[in-house]
């Protein structure tokens, strides 16, 4: 769908946005037309955060959250358990697992996971720093919080694999993963097999669950 | 829901964003941390592109459209019939007429529909300025395509009435609506009875469609 516009500026700015994920050219254009209605001041705040946004972001040197320090206030902080590492996908998993208020560790974003499909290898996540900080022997467990999906999976056992080789850690130390079970509020009948029967398997003493 | 971010930087982003209609801040956390791990040029692109826009759009003297320039493009063509009109709510109607092929005549943007449940009223949109254009008796026929909807309908009446008035016009002037009818791939049976009925009364000649 050609569509001539009327203006360079509105098809630059139509064409920029439709860069972003899920915006087709249809909405960009609704978005830009907005922009035009509203206060200058708005569109160049808009435009201005994404510039600094992405100029002057840097990543955690520990665990490579984002951060706009050297070590992310997390790392820093002087509240944390620094034996327990979490290990995530990304920066919004970081957010998500915040936002529970039942993690007080430390975490290693790994930016990714294995997936040969995508030609990602474990050479392109943050693994060797990881092996790294398990080596230094501050570290007592190791969280594994990947998604529950093939190549979560296969990250976790290469991540395991790697951590438990001969040499890596000083001291033995804990590898768990985020249990497995059916989503609380959900119902029984919508459970898939699969989760039902990890439920089955890996169930709790009755007074845990509160 | 707030959610506690690492950054600033982020958090203003995510905040610029999600003042975008449709934008929640979810879906602006997503954009955001999209941008991140995209090369830098194209935050940079994207955030400039809508900066430019805002602040050196201008809209033709003439027909209100968007334009780079003190006249538009369409106003200023030597091969559009300067005589007819086409009254259309806002920028996005004049792409979409455009792109039809179908008329080679100049416009006129109101920038908006009469509504008085918004609180629009007559007097902010540009009403008068079409009065202007119709009396320095350069036009024989006004189009109006503006929505079928009752803000569509009170415009068109309001318009109406005034450049019927007397003294507006210096000779008599066509005054044409779009054909309302049933729309081009609709099956009848989903037809509204209304748009139905209209279709009946302002049947065409067979020969006509072709």
New interface residues.
Partial sequence: MD????????E??V???S????VGRK?A????????R?P?D????????????????RYCSVCH????TEV???CSSGNRRRSTVCVVE???D??SI??TGQFDGLYHVLGGLVSPVDGIGPDMLEIESLVKRVGSGEIDEVILALSATMEGDTTNYYIYRRLTAKGVSPKPIKITQLARGVSVGNELEYTDEVTLGRSLLNRTPFEDTY
Avoid: F, K, W
């Avoid at 860069?19 to 899920?22: E, I, K, M, T, W």
């Avoid at 708005?42 to 972001?57: F, K, M, T, Y």
């Fill in positions: 569509q001539e516009y009327s203006s360079t500026l509105l630059n700015a064409t920029a946005l860069r972003l994920p899920g909405t254009l609704r978005l830009a037309l907005h922009l035009l509203r200058e708005e569109a160049v705040e808009i435009g201005q955060s994404l510039i600094d946004l992405r100029r002057n972001i959250n984002i951060s706009e992310c206030p997390i990304n920066v919004r970081v957010m915040e936002a």
